[in-house]
């Protein structure tokens, strides 16, 4: 499985932006995606993830009410949209997919089988 992300950029806090994640090699309805992110020597967090067919949804407690994430199958991608974004929300935003459909597996990084290379954002004050 192949996974490239885009959509990250600069953008001023209080702003949006809407990340997507593409995926290739494998029928993409088989998947469950994930959003993780990272800042330079901090742990990769957990940011968002969805099950194969949308009706599985999680969010990490910093994001939940601003970020929301979505699916289309039809389109073979998962998008992150980040509403009201923070400087604490800057970070690289990687793309994650796995087979595990169990929803409290799919906060775990060790979860995901597949990543991409990462998208930076970065929120100006």
């Known amino acids: 499985v192949q996974l490239v992300e885009s959509g990250g950029g600069l953008v001023q806090a209080g702003g949006s932006l809407r990340l997507t994640c593409t995926a290739s090699?494998?029928?993409?309805?088989?998947?469950?995606m994930g959003w993780f992110r990272q800042t330079s020597g901090k742990e990769r967090e957990f940011v968002a993830a969805i099950g194969w067919s949308g009706g599985t949804i999680a969010y990490g407690d910093s994001v939940k009410g601003r970020f929301t994430i979505s699916r289309d199958n039809a389109r073979n991608s998962v998008y992150l949209q980040m509403d009201d974004l923070k400087p604490e929300d800057t970070a690289l935003y990687y793309c994650a997919a796995t087979g595990v459909y169990y929803q409290a597996l799919l906060i775990a990084q060790k979860t995901y089988q597949y990543w991409g290379l990462g998208t930076q954002v970065t929120v100006s004050s």
């Open positions: 090699g494998r029928t993409f309805n088989t998947l469950s």
